[in-house]
């Protein structure tokens, strides 16, 4: 773990070192380092080649703003910030706006599960957002909406957006790894927090 890097599940969870929670944590360190070690691969990588810090942050952004989660999405526009155009941030706020429907929706393929068939709409980018954006990060931010409220929806096509888009096979794979693990991160902060809430009521 990198010692200029404070965890940061810890840190968006408010744990306190002795605390309750960061006992909690302390009974799988093993999970708590696999955590942290992914976020100082996916957020300072030694090579940058496919995916830039820019747009590292920029997905990161967008998926926590998709997630609701205000302290997430805090953290990672702070650090878009300080990589990238401080208009992207604007632009990003607004397409997270424009990109909340009530999920997880979608079609699964042709058999028993078609019951719980959902429908709900495929997320595009504004044209003013396009501009903004560029093709790389709108095609990156609509792919992240396919994955957080529509997976079964997800098909070979939806990559192919994303090489069209100038994105290469290790870009997508880090893509992909982004949105997962901001995914990951805000749930065990949800669940930190169930954690928190239910000692503080037990102590009371």
Excluded: C
């Amino acid at each position: 773990m990198s010692i200029s890097t404070p965890d940061v599940i810890d840190l968006l969870a408010g744990v306190k070192p002795g605390s309750a929670l960061d006992g909690v944590r302390a009974q799988r360190p093993q999970t708590r380092e696999q955590a942290q070690q992914s976020y100082l691969a996916l957020f300072q990588p030694s090579d940058i080649t496919d995916v830039s810090q820019e747009e590292r942050h920029a997905v990161a952004n967008f998926v926590a703003g998709l997630h609701r989660h205000s302290d997430a999405f805090e953290f990672y526009a702070a650090a878009l910030e300080e990589t990238g155009d401080p208009r992207l941030l604007e632009t990003l706020k607004a397409e997270v706006g424009a990109a909340l429907p009530a999920g997880p929706y979608g079609h699964y393929p042709a058999g028993p599960l078609t019951a719980e068939d959902q429908p709900g709409p495929t997320f595009r980018v504004s044209d003013a957002g396009r501009e903004a954006l560029g093709s790389r990060l709108t095609a990156a931010f609509e792919h992240a909406h396919l994955l957080v409220f529509h997976p079964r929806d997800a098909r070979p096509e939806a990559l192919q957006a994303l090489f069209d888009a100038g994105w290469t096979a290790t870009g997508v794979v880090t893509l992909s790894q982004l949105v997962s693990f901001v995914a990951f991160q805000v749930r065990v902060i949800a669940g930190l927090a169930v954690l928190a809430s239910a000692t503080k009521r037990a102590t009371a």
